[in-house]
């Protein structure tokens, strides 16, 4: 039958169209020397690659972050333009905090925070084979960023630490 009227085609003029995953090797599959590809590390000692059933959300490993380790990965990205953060995590012990931080930085490495993921040390997952999921969206990202940095920072008491599995950071 007859569909009606049609308009012009119109035209997308959008900066933030959809570019899928960007955060690389989010799903923690590949390491090199205990860190995995694509990331960065604060102090090598304090990242591991996991295998164990139970420690991994998704596919076959996930990375464990003892006390002090601050993981990272600077995306290239464009400005204008809301970003969504999310991940699984889980403590090895009760007293395991993490803080994800999403910032924007311009060609002059100044940084402007979009988003903080706080989770405090009682309140992460820390039974066996129980990831929790955190998600959140940015603040808009000023017009003249040209970098994403994403942080990981774990905050753990003693020999306790934490299991990180399945990032992803998309277009909002």
């Not at 205990?34 to 591991?48: C, D, H, K, Q, R």
Request: with cysteine; charged share 15%.
């Amino acid at each position: 039958g007859a569909t009606g009227a049609t308009g012009p085609t119109g035209v997308c003029e959008c900066p933030c169209r959809s570019r899928g995953e960007l955060a690389v090797n989010g799903r923690m599959e590949t390491f090199v020397n205990n860190v995995p590809t694509g990331w960065t590390i604060n102090t090598a000692a304090l990242a591991s690659q996991v295998t164990q059933q139970g420690r991994v959300h998704t596919g076959n490993s996930a990375v464990n972050l003892k006390d002090g380790a601050v993981l990272s990965q600077d995306i290239a990205v464009t400005g204008g333009c809301y970003y969504e953060l999310s991940f699984f995590a889980r403590g090895e012990g009760t007293q395991v905090g993490l803080t994800a931080i999403l910032s924007f930085r311009n060609s002059q490495n100044i940084d402007t925070q979009g988003l903080s993921i706080v989770i405090r040390q009682q309140d992460i997952s820390n039974d066996n084979r129980e990831f929790a999921y955190y998600r959140g969206i940015s603040a808009l990202a000023p017009n003249d960023t040209v970098t994403l940095h994403l942080e990981f920072r774990v905050n753990a008491v003693g020999a306790q630490s934490l299991d990180l599995d399945d990032v992803s950071v998309s277009v909002a």
